[in-house]
């Protein structure tokens, strides 16, 4: 018997194959096709996956931020109160990213007397935008409200007066929460005076120094020797200003404008026109009260060296002088002002 297969039998294997696997070879998958098929399919899975966490994890951030919202009982309170402090606590739930709306919300808190329910939302504000110093600064003076440790609140209070140290009232809580801890520093300033028509050598001596202010006291002497001669002159003005406060607050009085009389007769006729008064109405604006006769035209010009004066407003003095509001930069170490006729 031959060991070779027959046609026959090699013919009936072939088929009996092709009943196993009816697929033809160019149409069998590959291994390596198969291997990338999965691949292409795990890629997809975990994809779906990562958004799904991502945005579980997002979620369950908002709820988390949700939680910490307070909601305090306001049955008590008035209905128009209890709907105001709906709204505003609806208004943050909608807006969790917004330090506007926590210290919104803190605010309404606030101003009726829910200290603690107020306290965590002007810390999240604060913490939210720290360069708004709104927030820092009613944070210390809730801190304050609820009787915690000085240290707390004179930490903001500090770092308000750090970027608006202008503002008064901040200088007045760190002092009173440094007495709260038996601590309180001294003060000081330094003083400089400036010419306006008055000449420095020969109307007056310039004067400079720093005064030193025990812990409460407020008022200091500043002496400055008028020039003496034998001229008949106009009234003339010179400027004494504060500068470099520590552990202070200038109050009305950051610069004041001293006036040097003819001690001889009568000054020649002439229409006395002046800057008669300065008020700082906040941290960036001066308040100027412009006097002298009817119908007289006057230009405000102001400057930071003496060198050169810039005109900033125009006007014509009616009912015996008129207000105009200077802008402040809180970065400029000294500014001043004057007035002239019209050139």
């Known amino acids: 018997m031959s060991s070779r297969k027959s046609k026959a039998t090699r013919r009936q294997e072939?088929?009996?194959r092709a009943q196993a696997d009816p697929l033809p070879d160019a149409a069998r998958p590959r291994p390596r096709a198969r291997r990338l098929a999965l691949l292409i399919v795990l890629v997809l899975l975990g994809g779906g996956g990562l958004l799904?966490?991502?945005r579980s994890r997002a979620a369950s951030g908002a709820a988390r931020a949700a939680l910490?919202?307070?909601d305090p009982p306001t049955a008590g309170l008035e209905v128009p109160v209890q709907e105001i402090i709906a709204q505003a606590r609806t208004n943050l739930l909608a807006r969790l990213g917004s330090a506007d709306a926590w210290g919104w919300y803190a605010s309404v808190l606030d101003a009726h007397e829910l200290y603690a329910e107020a306290e965590p939302c002007y810390r999240r504000a604060h913490e939210l935008a720290p360069s708004d110093v709104r927030f820092g600064y009613n944070l210390?003076?809730?801190?304050e409200s609820l009787g915690a440790d000085p240290d707390r609140s004179l930490e903001l209070y500090r770092e308000v007066a750090r970027q608006e140290p202008t503002f008064p009232p901040v200088h007045v809580h760190i002092a009173y929460n440094l007495s709260r801890k038996g601590d309180l520093e001294g003060a000081s300033a330094a003083y400089q005076t400036a010419n306006v028509s008055a000449t420095a050598g020969a109307d007056y001596t310039a004067a400079s120094g720093v005064?030193?202010?025990a812990p409460g006291e407020t008022n200091k002497t500043i002496t400055i020797a008028i020039a003496f001669d034998d001229d008949i002159e106009l009234p003339e003005t010179f400027r004494v200003r504060l500068l470099n406060l520590t552990n202070a607050a200038a109050g009305t009085f950051t610069t004041n404008t001293v006036t040097i009389t003819d001690a001889f007769g009568d000054p020649p006729a002439a229409p006395i026109i002046s800057?008669?008064?300065?008020?700082a109405i906040s941290s960036r604006e001066l308040l100027l009260r412009v006097t002298g006769p009817d119908g007289s035209a006057v230009v405000i010009e102001t400057t930071t060296d003496f060198k050169v004066w810039t005109p900033v407003h125009s006007a014509t003095i009616t009912s015996g002088g008129f207000d105009w509001i200077a802008p402040i930069?809180?970065?400029e170490p000294a500014r001043f002002f004057r007035v002239s006729p019209p050139r």
């Open 52 to 54: 799904w966490w991502n």
């Open 68 to 70: 910490d919202v307070p």
């Open 14 to 16: 072939r088929a009996t």
């Open 275 to 279: 800057i008669s008064s300065f008020n």
């Open 211 to 213: 005064l030193s202010f």
């Open 329 to 331: 930069v809180p970065t």
């Open 140 to 143: 210390a003076l809730v801190l």
